[in-house]
């Protein structure tokens, strides 16, 4: 059974910087696209940034500069690097894995930016 697991999350003030990881796991077929959303509390669910197989990447103009979004295809893992972390970053991190034939959710990483 599919498995999409997020880990990293955290406390951290204004200024700095966290890594999140997600790994997918129980998937027979390929992983197109990998993707983090994020949800605020009273907001919707937006994405943040997606990269698909061949490296391609686009980000939410409120992180592009400042987050980046990487992959390791072979394992099936990706990588968000948060620098210069704003308060306005704080949400839950939603890792999100696209196959040809189906998509598949994680239950997410708090992240919390605070001084």
């Known amino acids: 059974q599919a498995q999409v697991v997020e880990s990293g999350g955290g406390l951290v003030q204004p200024g700095g910087s966290l890594r999140l990881s997600c790994a997918v796991s129980?998937?027979?077929?390929?992983?197109?696209?990998m993707a983090w959303y994020r949800q605020a509390p009273g907001k919707q669910r937006e994405l943040v940034a997606r990269?698909?197989?061949?490296?391609?990447?686009n980000y939410v103009d409120s992180v592009k500069g400042r987050f980046t979004i990487s992959r390791d295809s072979s394992k099936n893992v990706a990588y968000l690097q948060m620098n210069s972390l704003k308060a306005e970053d704080t949400a839950v991190y939603y890792c999100?894995?696209?196959?040809?034939?189906?998509?598949?959710w994680g239950k997410g990483t708090q992240v919390t930016v605070s001084s």
């Open positions: 999100y894995a696209d196959t040809i034939s189906h998509g598949y």
């Open positions: 129980g998937v027979t077929i390929r992983v197109y696209t």
């Open positions: 990269i698909i197989v061949n490296g391609g990447t």
